[in-house]
């Protein structure tokens, strides 16, 4: 029996599945390595499609989730890993797998999201966490004691936070004061505080948006993850060819991609897929508003 990916998932939907599917170009039997396996919904499609699938989630309950779901449905097909694919070179060699393909999903999942427990969201009560993997030391309230004002600074501009310097400032300010905000509507609000002594009122997303995202960025060390990652995959697709596919859902991790696909073609290491980025269509992004900062990138190794 096959399960509908989108309609399986209460909490998360797959982003540009046809589209993710269509360019890893799925041959029966072959495998694949899902790096950020999440609620399984790619993971799923390339099973239906008749793949098999290395999966990789650093989060316990979506590794766990998905073994309890798929382990009647597609016996032998699959493993689920808990782990970080920085280190899916190791992962795929310790399992004595060669991929043909390999597909990010960056990010976090909506079940994570709403989970208010891991602090990721705004618009719920939570405690200052962010890790996405629980044996992660720092959390986001670690980081919020001990940085410097320009640490602060380069947190939040790396994002491009339009207000690094005043939320910097302010944040020390408070925690001089003892009143550093500890949860997540706390910080929320106090952020939301600096944007209007600045004169803005209104804005079309939430203003704490880019410091959350700055903050889950560093407890998770996204960017470093990402970069290991991708030499990873070098690593495994080089000599024996296959495809790589990323979803990015913002311009830090899209630049890292971007820049890191345009070195591999320069040198010939690699061939565009398709040269400028894949954006969802209008229809999903109506059906997923998630799915609308997405952006899919490939390239392919060897010929086919
Ligand atoms: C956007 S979700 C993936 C959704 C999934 N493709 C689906 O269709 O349901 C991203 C997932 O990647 C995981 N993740 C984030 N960083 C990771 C890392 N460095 N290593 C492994 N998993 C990671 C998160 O825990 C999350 O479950």
New binding site residues.
């Given amino acids: 029996m096959n399960i509908d990916p989108e309609a399986s ?1 209460e909490g ?1 939907r ?1 982003v540009m599945l046809d589209e993710t599917m269509e360019w890893l170009n799925i041959e029966s039997e072959r495998w694949y390595i ?9 993971a799923r499609e390339i099973l239906n499609r008749g793949g098999k699938v290395l999966a ?4 316990q309950r ?1 590794v766990t989730e998905f073994r309890d779901a798929a382990e009647t449905l597609y016996p032998g097909r699959f493993i689920a890993i808990l ?4 280190d899916l070179g190791e992962i795929a060699g310790k399992e004595g797998i060669t991929p043909s393909g390999i597909l990010f ?5 909506s079940i ?1 999201g709403e989970d208010p427990e891991r602090g990721l969201s705004f618009s719920e009560e939570g405690p200052l966490d962010m890790r ?1 993997d629980i044996r992660e030391d720092d959390r986001a309230e670690d980081f919020l004691e001990r940085f410097s004002e320009e640490e602060f600074v380069d947190l939040f501009s790396e994002v491009d936070e339009p207000l690094a310097r005043p939320i910097a400032r302010a944040l020390v300010q408070a925690r001089r004061q003892g009143r550093l905000p500890r949860t997540t509507l706390k910080l929320a609000s106090f952020v939301s505080g600096v944007y209007y002594r600045k004169g803005f009122r209104r804005s079309r997303r939430h203003p704490a948006t880019r410091v959350f995202m700055a903050l889950r960025i560093r407890v ?1 060390k ?1 960017y470093e ?1 990402l970069a290991r ?1 991708l030499a990873g995959s070098l690593d495994l697709l080089k000599d024996r060819g296959g495809r790589l596919l990323v979803l990015t859902f913002h311009s830090g991790e899209d630049r890292i991609v971007k820049r890191t696909f345009r070195e591999w073609t320069q040198s010939g290491t690699a061939e565009y897929l398709f040269r400028k980025s894949l954006q969802p269509d209008r229809e999903e992004i109506r059906r997923n508003p998630r799915a609308r900062s997405a952006r899919l990138r490939g390239v392919r190794f060897g010929r086919e």
């Fill in positions: 998932f998360h797959p899902d790096a950020n396996l999440g609620g399984g919904g790619h990789i989630d650093r989060d979506a782990g970080n694919n920085a999903d960056l990010g976090w999942s994570q996405l998770n996204e993850n990652a």
